[in-house]
C-alpha cells in the first residue's frame, strides 16, 4: 500500500525549480482573500487521497471511460476551492510547461495551508501523477463518515503506515474549518449519556442547528475556537467535551487515544512535529509515480 520509493524530495529541481515558491504565494493570495481556503485546501487534499491515492482524481469532471466526477458522492459535500488548484496549474502552465501534477499541487497547497495558518512546515517528496479515473463509488466507500469506529479509524489510518499517536495527529486537521449542521445533529439531538457533549455546548450548538432535519445547509460551525489558526486548541476542546463531529469527541475518549489527545493538548510542538510525519505519509500513500498516470494538462479533465 505504501509507495513513496519514485518519489523526491528535488523533483522539481530543473524542471520547475520556482515551484514551492509559486504554490506558495497564490495560497497566500487566495487566503488573503477567502481565510477559509486553507481549511479547504487541507480538506480537499485528505478527500483525493482516500480515492485511489493521492492522484488529483478529485478535481476530474469526468474520467476517460466516462466516470462521473467524485464530487457526485456526498462525503464530498462542502469541499470546495478545487477550481483554485487549476488556477495555479494555470500559472505553473506558463512558467513550466508540462511539468507538474495536479496531484502534487494539491498536496503542496495543502502543505502551504498548514504553514500559513501558523502550523509547521512540514517537507514532503514529489513527483506524484495525475489519474485517468475518477471514482464516486470508491468516494462513497473510503472517505470516512463521521460516525466512523475508533477501531474502523486506526484501521484507516495503520492502513497508511501510521502509528496511533500519527492516527491521532493527522485528525488534528480539524483544527481549521467548519462544520455543517447536517453532519451534527445527530449528536445535539441525541441524550445519549455515551454522548460525552459539554452541556453548554450543546445548548449552543441547539441554537445554531436548530432542527434534527436541517432545511437549509447554510449554518456552519468552527470544529476547535480557533478554525483560522493551526494550533493545539482542537485537543483542548475536544478532551473538554467540545468535540464537533461525532469522530472528535469519540477519538478524545477511546482508551487507546486519549493518551495522545492529552499529550497534544499540553505540547503543541510535539504535536506539529507528529503531525509532520503523519502528513508526509499520507501525502505517499498508493501514488501514481514513474511511467504510471500522467500529467494533465488542465486539472479538471483528462489529456
Ligand atoms: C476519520 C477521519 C475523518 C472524518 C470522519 C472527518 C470528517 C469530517 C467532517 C464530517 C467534516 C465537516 C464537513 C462539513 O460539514 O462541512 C470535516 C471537516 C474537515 N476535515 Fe475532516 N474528517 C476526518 C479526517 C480528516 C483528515 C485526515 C483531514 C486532513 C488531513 C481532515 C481535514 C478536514 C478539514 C480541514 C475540515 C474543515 C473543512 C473546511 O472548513 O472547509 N479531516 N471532516
Ligand atoms: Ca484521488
Ligand atoms: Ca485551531
Redesign the pocket.
Known amino acids: 500500500m505504501v509507495s513513496e520509493e519514485n518519489l523526491a524530495y528535488d523533483y522539481y529541481k530543473r524542471t520547475c525549480p520556482n515551484l514551492e515558491a509559486i504554490v506558495k504565494k497564490e495560497i497566500i493570495d487566495f487566503s488573503l482573500t477567502d481565510p477559509?481556503s486553507?481549511?479547504?485546501f487541507?480538506?480537499l487534499?485528505?478527500h483525493d487521497c482516500q480515492v485511489q491515492g493521492c492522484d488529483a482524481s478529485i478535481l476530474l469532471d469526468h474520467g476517460h471511460r466516462g466516470e462521473g466526477s467524485e464530487m457526485a458522492s456526498s462525503r464530498n459535500?462542502?469541499?470546495?476551492k478545487r477550481e483554485l488548484i487549476g488556477h495555479i496549474k494555470f500559472i505553473l502552465e506558463l512558467e513550466c510547461p508540462r511539468q507538474v501534477s495536479c496531484a502534487d499541487i494539491i498536496a503542496l497547497a495543502?502543505k502551504e495551508a498548514v504553514t500559513i495558518s501558523g502550523g509547521p512546515d512540514i517537507r514532503i517528496p514529489l513527483g506524484r501523477k495525475d489519474s485517468t479515473t475518477c471514482s464516486n463509488r470508491q468516494a462513497d466507500a473510503q472517505?470516512?463518515?463521521?460516525?466512523?469506529s475508533a477501531s474502523?479509524?486506526l484501521h484507516?489510518?495503520a492502513s497508511k503506515g501510521m502509528n496511533i499517536e500519527e492516527s491521532v495527529a493527522?485528525?488534528g486537521?480539524?483544527t481549521?474549518?467548519?462544520?455543517?449542521?447536517?453532519?451534527?445533529v445527530d449528536r445535539i439531538y441525541d441524550s445519549k449519556p455515551s454522548n460525552k457533549m459539554d452541556f453548554s455546548f450543546k445548548a449552543l450548538l441547539r441554537l445554531q442547528c436548530p432542527t434534527l432535519i436541517p432545511f437549509t445547509?447554510v449554518t456552519?460551525i468552527p470544529?476547535d475556537a480557533t478554525?483560522l489558526v493551526f494550533d493545539n486548541q482542537y485537543y483542548k476542546d475536544a478532551v473538554m467535551g467540545r468535540g464537533?463531529?461525532s469522530?472528535d469527541s469519540r477519538i478524545a475518549f477511546h482508551p487507546q487515544t486519549a493518551p495522545t489527545f492529552r499529550r497534544f493538548e499540553n505540547d503543541q510542538s510535539y504535536f506539529f512535529q507528529v503531525f509532520s510525519s503523519a502528513?508526509a505519509k499520507?501525502s505517499s500513500t498508493n501514488v501514481l509515480s514513474g511511467t504510471k498516470g500522467e500529467i494533465r494538462r488542465y486539472c479538471n479533465r483528462v489529456n
Not at 472517505?143 to 466512523?148: A, E, G, Q, R, V
Not at 481549521?176 to 451534527?184: S, T
Request: contains cysteine; aromatic residues 14%; positive net charge.
Open positions: 477559509t486553507a481549511a479547504a487541507l480538506r487534499f485528505f459535500f462542502a469541499i470546495k495543502a472517505i470516512p463518515s463521521p460516525k466512523i474502523e479509524f484507516m489510518f493527522i485528525l486537521a480539524h481549521l474549518g467548519v462544520g455543517h449542521c447536517i453532519n451534527i445547509n456552519s470544529i478554525p464537533l463531529l469522530i502528513f499520507l
